[in-house]
């Protein structure tokens, strides 16, 4: 340990600047991971956090790259397959068996964003979202730069309270040998790698992308595990949008619920829009649904995900839909409805 970093801690401890100390300590802490002495590293950290140093609120208020996040304390509504995935996970940061890096690939809307609010959530953690945007410069050499900064921030962090969430981290990394990509993107990618490999090894990083297949490959070794959120049936959306729906409903005390009519229209699309989309779509449809119609808001679902196309009486009949179903989604009272099918 250095000299300096003794007359850090004394000085702190005497001028009571908690979120300094902690800092110096963990950066010491550090040191001694990066030599090879992990026990004492641990023990460091594990002193500071016993002795009620760790203050959640004070001690985010001088990062500049990162921020904290608030996240809901909901449940996620996840396939089985990749609940599994996000529970495993959680059990491996908790249990301390050496996997800390993830990254959570996929189409938007799957809950790759959300799930790492539920493993913080779980898990009793803060979670701080690393900010691109302040982190992104257009001057030369400046972005590297900044990239080194934020994990010196990230490594002057109590590592056994907080999770770190890198959200759309293609926007800072890209594929070192695209054509496409400039140079510097390239220099800001290699020192992302750099950095990443210093990191210590204690400290839990959440990654997601949405272009997994154009993503630097040396960057995905990186990471201990990877976990894919394209893993949808069709059977897992309309399960989840009938969630959706349901819990959307409780909240309007004008709408009714048609779960038959509702799972009819999903069943006729070629393609279910994930859970992200889905819930918005219920949840506009049902809030701008007619009070004067308790199952308004069908209609408005059907045409939000069948991009406003004009009702076809005939093609709802050979889709399945029935005279009173037509009704609702077309405004045409049953009778018309009936008399128009005959006639075709």
Do not use: C, W
Not at 239 to 258: C, G, M, V, Y
Not at 263 to 292: M, W
């Amino acid at each position: 340990m250095k000299k300096q970093s003794i007359m850090n801690l004394v000085r702190y401890h005497v001028e009571k600047n908690e979120e300094a100390f902690i800092s110096e300590v963990a950066e010491i802490a550090r040191e001694f991971d990066q030599s090879g002495d992990s026990a004492m590293a641990n023990y460091l950290m594990e002193l500071v956090s016993n002795a009620n140093y760790y203050v959640p609120q004070r001690s985010y208020k001088n990062l500049r790259y990162l921020s904290k996040v608030d996240y809901a304390n909901t449940p996620l509504l996840l396939p089985e397959i990749i609940e599994e995935d996000i529970l495993g996970i959680t059990r491996a940061i908790s249990e301390k068996a050496d996997l800390t890096k993830f990254l959570f690939y996929g189409a938007p809307g799957t809950g790759k964003t959300e799930s790492a609010y539920q493993i913080a959530r779980i898990l009793g953690r803060d979670l701080l979202r690393v900010d691109f945007e302040q982190l992104i410069d257009s001057r030369l050499g400046e972005t590297a730069k900044n990239v080194s900064l934020l994990f010196d921030e990230i490594n002057h962090l109590a590592f056994g309270k907080i999770i770190v969430l890198m959200d759309e981290i293609d926007a800072l990394v890209l594929d070192r040998v695209n054509a496409n990509d400039l140079r510097e993107m390239g220099r800001v990618t290699s020192t992302f790698i750099k950095e990443l490999d210093r990191l210590n090894e204690n400290t839990v990083v959440i990654a997601t992308t949405n272009l997994f297949n154009i993503f630097d490959k040396a960057i995905v070794r990186r990471f201990d595990a990877t976990v894919s959120f394209d893993r949808y049936s069709k059977e897992d959306l309309i399960e989840i949008a009938d969630s959706l729906l349901s819990s959307t409903l409780k909240k309007n005390a004008n709408s009714r619920q048609d779960m038959r009519l509702f799972n009819k229209i999903l069943n006729n699309l070629n393609n279910i829009p994930y859970p992200g989309d889905l819930k918005q779509i219920i949840k506009t449809s049902v809030a701008f649904s007619s009070e004067a119609n308790e199952y308004d808001y069908l209609r408005k679902i059907y045409f939000a995900l069948n991009d406003n196309r004009e009702i076809d009486i005939q093609r709802l009949s050979d889709e399945g839909f029935t005279t009173r179903e037509i009704e609702i989604l077309s405004r045409i009272p049953k009778s018309s409805v009936s008399r128009k099918l005959k006639e075709n």
